[in-house]
C-alpha cells in the first residue's frame, strides 16, 4: 500500500491494496476525512458517503484487481455535495445497474449507490476506470458540505 496521501483542502486520495482489508480502511479513512471537514460521523451524509465508498471499493476489490495494482480512492468536497471516486485497474469490466441475485445475496451494491447519490457513472482511464458518484445531504436535513475556496476549509451547512 502507498503510504503517501494527497490532502489539499478540500480533496483527499489515497491508494490502497486490493484486498478486503485495504476497502475496509478506505471505507474508515473516508469517515476520518468527512470528519476533518466537519461532517460529524453518524449523520446522514457521513454514513451514505461511508456506504458508497464501501460498495465501490468493495466492487474494485471484488471485480478490478489485476496482480500487484492498488485502487484508489478519491474525495473531493464541493459546495453542494462529496464526490467519491474509487479507480482501479480493469477498464473492461465496466459494472452495470443488473438483476440482484437474491439466493446468491449480491448484486445490490450499485444499487444502493444510485440509491443513495445524486448521480453515478463509470469514466475510463488509461489504464483502467474510475467509478464516481456525488452524494448531497438530504433535502431539509440541515446537513451539506460548505467549501470556502480561498481557505481551502469544509464544514456542514446549515447545522
Same mark, same amino acid.
Given at each position: 500500500?502507498?503510504? !503517501?496521501? %494527497?490532502?489539499?483542502?478540500?480533496?483527499?486520495?489515497?491508494?490502497?491494496?486490493? %484486498?478486503?482489508?485495504?476497502?475496509?480502511?478506505?471505507?474508515?479513512?473516508?469517515?476520518?476525512? &468527512?470528519? %476533518?471537514?466537519?461532517?460529524?460521523?453518524? +449523520?446522514? &451524509?457521513?454514513?451514505?458517503?461511508?456506504?458508497?465508498?464501501?460498495?465501490?471499493?468493495?466492487?474494485?476489490? &471484488?471485480?478490478?484487481?489485476?496482480?500487484?495494482?492498488?485502487? !484508489?480512492?478519491? &474525495?473531493?468536497?464541493?459546495?453542494?455535495?462529496?464526490?467519491?471516486?474509487?479507480?482501479?485497474?480493469?477498464? @473492461?469490466?465496466?459494472? @452495470?445497474?443488473?438483476?440482484?441475485?437474491? !439466493?446468491?445475496?449480491?448484486?445490490?451494491?450499485?444499487?444502493?449507490?444510485?440509491?443513495?447519490?445524486?448521480?453515478?457513472?463509470?469514466?475510463?482511464?488509461?489504464?483502467?476506470? +474510475?467509478?464516481?458518484?456525488?452524494?448531497?445531504? @438530504?433535502?431539509?436535513?440541515?446537513?451539506?458540505?460548505?467549501?470556502?475556496?480561498? !481557505?481551502? @476549509?469544509?464544514?456542514?451547512?446549515?447545522?
Amino acid at each position: 500500500m502507498n503510504a !503517501e496521501i %494527497t490532502l489539499s483542502g478540500n480533496e483527499f486520495v489515497q491508494r490502497f491494496s486490493t %484486498t478486503r482489508r485495504g476497502a475496509r480502511l478506505a471505507r474508515r479513512l473516508a469517515a476520518q476525512q &468527512l470528519a %476533518t471537514w466537519g461532517v460529524p460521523f453518524g +449523520t446522514g &451524509l457521513s454514513d451514505d458517503v461511508a456506504l458508497i465508498v464501501a460498495e465501490l471499493t468493495a466492487n474494485a476489490v &471484488l471485480h478490478g484487481t489485476v496482480s500487484g495494482r492498488d485502487f !484508489e480512492l478519491r &474525495l473531493l468536497a464541493l459546495p453542494d455535495s462529496v464526490r467519491v471516486e474509487v479507480s482501479d485497474s480493469r477498464g @473492461e469490466r465496466i459494472p @452495470e445497474l443488473g438483476l440482484p441475485d437474491a !439466493e446468491a445475496g449480491s448484486g445490490y451494491g450499485l444499487h444502493l449507490v444510485a440509491a443513495l447519490s445524486r448521480t453515478w457513472g463509470v469514466r475510463p482511464r488509461i489504464v483502467g476506470k +474510475t467509478v464516481w458518484a456525488e452524494v448531497v445531504a @438530504e433535502a431539509g436535513g440541515g446537513e451539506g458540505v460548505r467549501v470556502a475556496a480561498a !481557505e481551502g @476549509e469544509c464544514s456542514v451547512a446549515g447545522g
